[in-house]
């Protein structure tokens, strides 16, 4: 079960690209994505209404794709407005058309009631398309379900642990207490430790004198959405009271689109707004990141491996779990709601 009337990444900008046709599932529908030759990107079903082939085997014809199959050709809408042998269309052969919005270099998609698509619902993720600031796209693909990895990223206290080379810091850092915080569509987390070890990304790109505040504060909001302010400064230079004296400061954004039950693209972006004119610091950073998310990749898919040996096993909660509870809490609220209005939907036109 998935969450439909919400926004997803469905790709990054550079991934739909000129004359080409792009596909990516999500939650478990096939679509494609192109752009009109004025350079407006169109996402479509990516499967044709006649006998079901992808549409992304197609062939571009101006702003139309044709299937390949048996040449029904569409419009940019949908509609097909040919179909070889065959003077009259019927109405109803067409294509579902979705909802984008392309924005700081992240395509979103909408993949519910079109009616409810309100672009000003977007997560504001400024900081990947913000000249004060520099990152690299990221994607990594999980042969898991969403839920885990969002769960992974909801307790931060594996950092030490899964990744004591790069991201990690010292095993202080686990034992801090996170302040959890419910919001309307997600929660809030706020992690600081004071006076611990610079993690290894950050020693790599700066050289610093003792020890460090560390701080990560992030929003995780549905579906799976997590825009972070975190950094490092001296310690005792009054980082927890606002001041980032000597400080390295990031804006990590990332998104979570479901691909099926067992599946999941994995975009993301380390912002940084220090060293802006080396690039060989914004290379080192995101390559630590994305060292990191493929060990936080090993360690989900080895948990998935094993929990799928025994469908009935309960996990046992324990404090630290607290946003992980009250996350899935909010996604099984809009699964739960979007089930009843649907039901009334039907109700009404029976």
Request: overall charge negative; charged content about 25%.
């Amino acid at each position: 079960m998935f969450i439909r009337n919400t926004w997803y990444v469905a790709a990054w900008s550079h991934e739909v690209e000129g004359a080409e046709l792009f596909s990516r599932t999500i939650i478990g529908t096939p679509v494609l994505l192109y752009r009109k030759e004025g350079g407006e990107v169109v996402a479509l079903m990516d499967r044709c209404c006649h006998r079901g082939a992808p549409l992304s085997v197609g062939r571009r014809e101006g702003d139309c794709v044709r299937c390949m199959y048996h040449g029904l050709k569409f419009d940019s809408n949908g509609a097909c407005v040919e179909a070889p042998a065959q003077e009259r269309i019927p109405p109803q052969a067409r294509v579902r058309q979705f909802p984008v919005v392309e924005r700081c270099r992240w395509i979103w998609i909408w993949m519910g009631d079109p009616a409810l698509a309100d672009p000003a619902t977007i997560p504001d993720t400024h900081w990947v398309d913000d000249p004060a600031w520099r990152s690299l796209p990221g994607y990594i693909h999980y042969d898991v379900n969403y839920l885990l990895i969002c769960d992974n990223l909801l307790d931060f206290s594996h950092l030490p642990f899964v990744h004591p080379t790069t991201l990690g810091g010292g095993e202080d850092y686990a034992a801090s207490q996170p302040k959890v915080e419910r919001l309307e569509d997600g929660v809030r987390i706020t992690r600081w430790t004071l006076d611990t070890e610079p993690p290894p990304f950050a020693k790599a790109v700066r050289a610093w004198p003792g020890k460090v505040d560390r701080w990560n504060i992030y929003d995780f909001t549905v579906p799976a959405v997590l825009r972070m302010d975190s950094g490092m400064a001296p310690t005792g230079t009054g980082a927890p009271e606002g001041v980032r004296v000597g400080a390295v400061e990031f804006r990590g954004c990332q998104a979570l689109t479901p691909e099926t039950e067992n599946s999941t693209h994995y975009f993301f972006a380390h912002p940084h707004n220090f060293s802006l004119d080396q690039p060989d610091v914004t290379r080192s950073i995101h390559q630590a990141v994305v060292d990191a998310f493929d060990e936080d990749r090993d360690i989900v898919t080895a948990q998935h491996r094993n929990l799928t040996l025994d469908p009935g096993f309960r996990m046992m909660a324990f404090g630290i779990d607290a946003a992980l509870s009250q996350f899935r809490w909010a996604v099984n609220k809009r699964i739960e709601e979007e089930g009843a209005a649907a039901a009334r939907k039907s109700e009404a036109t029976s």
